[in-house]
């Protein structure tokens, strides 16, 4: 097969972690007799140096054109005196919008060579973590009206939260889907005690349930979330929550898995053109010190291989590389426990090929 991948190296460890992953891609290219071609789309504070502005017209379109997107991470401190339109994060909310990408799958799974790394108690980690975070992305407080005025003298500062009915139901499908496919539970997370938005995504998701009745749906509020996430992870399978709240608890959900450096995700829309990355930032503290762990973002080069390309095997050989790589004790810093061996971000790149 022929496919042409966007590469968004980005800023800080992103190109780094971004050069591993791609060796890795090339590897299972080799392996497996298929032609990537990536195309470089520079994006974030590396655009804004380079072209004034996060997102560039030749970026954007190369996106659009390609059959997936790969990107490390963006943003930094460098660009935090950007003035709110042209911050880094800017071109990726623009870069989501633009690819329709509503739906982003965070898995939070615990690694059986990695619970040592787990920071719950030891009882609470024996129960197992596995469960899938499912975030709608272009929609909510990040893309409604932002406003900042002057009122008597003083600053105020408004942001729209908003959803309709037919974003809620699309993002809710693919949640009970995922459902379907691992353990039949859909935890729908809202603020419906406050929030006309929740109260909509609540009355939306449980009609879509009628749809799968196969599927146990329960609801609960997004502060009671937060406190069952690190209390009793082991009752969550598939939680579907919208954007601002899905941004918090994903963060959360791969913390407490003891290795955020691991865990990669997708952004998708409808067909198969889907953005895949770590879900970690981009580190600028070990920017360039081959200290970074590039493991989250092959995972997601992994991730990619399944669901845009539909190449099923090749995914799981890059999974299985990663499994060997750990069990033979090869660790980068985040995830150094006891008495593994370490290494930088390239070396557990070519451990991870070699493997493939
Ligand atoms: C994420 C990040 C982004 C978000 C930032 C960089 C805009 O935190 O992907 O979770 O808030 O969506
Ligand atoms: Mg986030």
Not at 104 to 121: G, T, Y
Not at 149 to 175: L, P
Request: proline share 5%; hydrophobic share 40%; with cysteine.
């Amino acid at each position: 097969m022929n496919q042409t991948i966007a590469v968004i190296r980005g800023d800080g460890i992103g190109p780094e972690i971004v050069g591993e992953a791609l060796g890795v891609l090339d590897a299972v290219a080799a392996k497996f007799g298929h032609t990537f071609t990536y195309k470089e789309a520079p994006m974030g504070g590396c655009a804004i140096d380079r072209f004034g502005v996060p997102l560039p017209e030749e970026s954007l379109a190369a996106c659009l054109a390609a059959d997936s997107v790969l990107l490390g991470a963006v943003g930094g401190p460098k660009w935090d005196g950007q003035p709110p339109v042209n911050r880094p994060e800017r071109g990726l909310l623009r870069l989501r919008e633009a690819m329709g990408l509503y739906t982003n799958v965070r898995p939070a799974r615990m690694f059986a060579d990695l619970a040592a790394a787990c920071p719950l108690r030891a009882d609470i980690a024996a129960r197992g973590i596995d469960f899938v975070v499912v975030r709608e992305l272009i929609g909510g407080v990040y893309f409604g009206q932002h406003t900042t005025t002057e009122i008597d003298g003083e600053q105020k500062a408004v942001d729209i939260m908003s959803y309709t009915e037919h974003e809620i139901r699309r993002v809710a499908r693919v949640a009970f889907q995922m459902a379907r496919k691992r353990r039949r539970r859909v935890t729908s997370v809202d603020k419906a005690n406050v929030l006309d938005t929740s109260r909509l995504w609540r009355k939306t998701v449980t009609a879509v349930a009628e749809e799968y009745p196969d599927v146990e749906l329960l609801h609960m509020y997004v502060d009671n979330a937060a406190m069952q996430i690190v209390r009793d992870p082991g009752q969550f399978d598939v939680i579907v929550t919208e954007n601002l709240f899905g941004d918090i608890l994903s963060d959360e959900a791969s913390q407490i898995t003891g290795s955020i450096g691991m865990i990669p995700s997708s952004s998708m829309g409808e067909g198969t053109r889907g953005m895949y990355e770590p879900i970690h930032g981009s580190a600028p503290d070990i920017a360039g010190q081959d200290k970074a762990n590039p493991i989250g973002t092959i995972l997601a080069a992994a991730m990619m291989l399944r669901y845009s390309f539909d190449m099923e095997t090749e995914a799981g050989a890059v999974e299985a590389a990663v499994d060997a790589v750990l069990k033979e004790g090869w660790r980068c810093g985040d995830i150094m426990q006891g008495g593994g061996t370490p290494v930088g971000c390239r070396e557990m790149g070519r451990l991870i090929r070699e493997r493939i």
